[in-house]
């Protein structure tokens, strides 16, 4: 039989884990419902970090 | 049933009236579903991770890597290489395509293949309004 502490620290972990798998549905769902509303902005900004990214990695 | 003259042409025309509002609807249909097709906005919307993605790689690949720089020559170089006869003057490489030949072919590409795929949706929904209309028929 595990020790109190042990399953404490697993119903702690696998709370945690809940937690990190809602938190990362809702930025999904509000980065869709916000693409959705502003469509050319989007691709205006992710575009934009396209280019900051290579201009970091390429030109540098 | 044929049961008499005046019946049979009523249920012909009753039918007639009911594929021609049909055809009006397919057509109504089909007329929506190119302004879809067309519409950007309408794209970006449908997938939306994946029209960011696109244009982020899109982004990335735009911005051209850096040249190096030539290596200098010196006088003393250049005079060692008169003496040794060893200077060469090759012929440049057959030239890249650049940046605009690169975005024209992905454009092109990709224009290819929203035609191909749009043609083949309208084959497809042809087909199943023939189907539709054998059966209307028999």
Known sequence: M??????EREN????????AQHLV???????KKSIHNHPGM??????SIGVVLAWLTKRR | MYVNGRQNIDEVLARMEVVRGRLDRDAQATKQSVQNMTDWR?????N????????AVAGFLLVPKKRQPAPALTSADIERLAKEHTVIVAKEASASPGLVGT???IAGAALTRAATNF????????SKFSEREEVDHA
């Open chain 1, 2 to 7: 595990p020790s109190p502490v042990y399953t």
């Open chain 1, 12 to 19: 702690e972990t696998i709370e945690l884990q809940e937690r």
């Open chain 1, 25 to 31: 549905a809702t930025s999904v769902d509000a980065l």
């Open chain 1, 42 to 47: 989007a691709l205006l900004v992710s575009a």
């Open chain 2, 42 to 46: 309408y794209i970006v919307r449908k």
């Open chain 2, 48 to 55: 939306p991770l994946a029209t960011v993605a696109i244009a």
């Open chain 2, 103 to 105: 975005v024209a072919a």
């Open chain 2, 119 to 126: 043609l083949a949706t309208k084959v497809s929904e042809f």
